[in-house]
């Protein structure tokens, strides 16, 4: 090979080399630091695009499990207060049946109405106070419950219905009284009819729950597949970064006195001018 001072090919070679395994070693650090494979658009455009679209899915059906766990609640509330509605109902019923006999005083009927009153203003006020996330659990407005994967969206709604005296699931025991044993024995068959408008109404609510807690099971489910095809695109494979790593370190430092050795063959020429 002839001699030259013009240019050193030998170093420029060694010094383009040098610069790739440089890129190559702070890429392969750059992940072992973060345990992502993607840093940037640069490292895979493509696989970028899907692991964010993949995050967004996971995003969006995490909060809509939240929002099925917290349908759930607000339905385990009022069935929670419906049971309580029932024990009254039934203790009404007690009430009633006692006042329709004929064994009972007007003066012991107008104790037992007074109890009776007392359970409806009861009722009455479990449909008015019973909140959750201070928003009444009695309403007649449909509670909607939104779930997405980012793509698509769904509902699954439930009315539960206002809860008074006057309107038990659609039974009205406002107007009646244990005042007299005719009073009391109508009382009996509008509460036991209440007491089935009652129980109707907690199997609907227990339907939906069923089907709350389905959703977010399923919703759970696709988390958990979606994350894991999120990790086996962005993160980084550590043994095979752990082998990179090793490799251009070697090829960094080899370079590197290549390098010095392409210079060093340049100082030849001068042996010339000896």
Known sequence: MALSILNNIPALVASNQLAVTGMQLQRTLFRMASG????????????????????????????????????VGALQVADGALAQVTAL?????????????????????????????AIKNEITRIGTDTTFNATSVFTASTTSVFLSDANSTSSITVTVGVLS???VNGSNLSGNS???AANAQ??????????ANVAALRGTLGATINRL??????IQNQVQNLTAAEDGIRAADVAQEVGNLSRFSI?????IAALAQANAQQQAVLALLR
């Open 186 to 195: 109508t009382a009996v068959t509008a509460l036991n009819g209440a007491i």
């Open 213 to 218: 807690q389905a959703a977010a099971n399923v």
């Open 178 to 180: 244990l005042t007299s």
């Open 36 to 71: 992502s494979r993607i840093n940037s658009g640069a490292d895979d455009a493509a696989g970028l695009a899907i692991a964010d679209g993949l995050r967004a899915n996971i995003s969006a059906l995490s909060q809509s499990a939240r929002n099925a766990n917290d349908g």
């Open 165 to 167: 005296s006057a309107n």
């Open 251 to 255: 090829l960094n430092q080899t370079g």
């Open 89 to 117: 109902l039934n203790r009404a019923v007690t009430l009633a049946t006692e006042a329709a006999t004929g064994t009972v005083s007007d003066t012991q009927r107008t104790a037992l109405d007074a109890e009776f009153t």
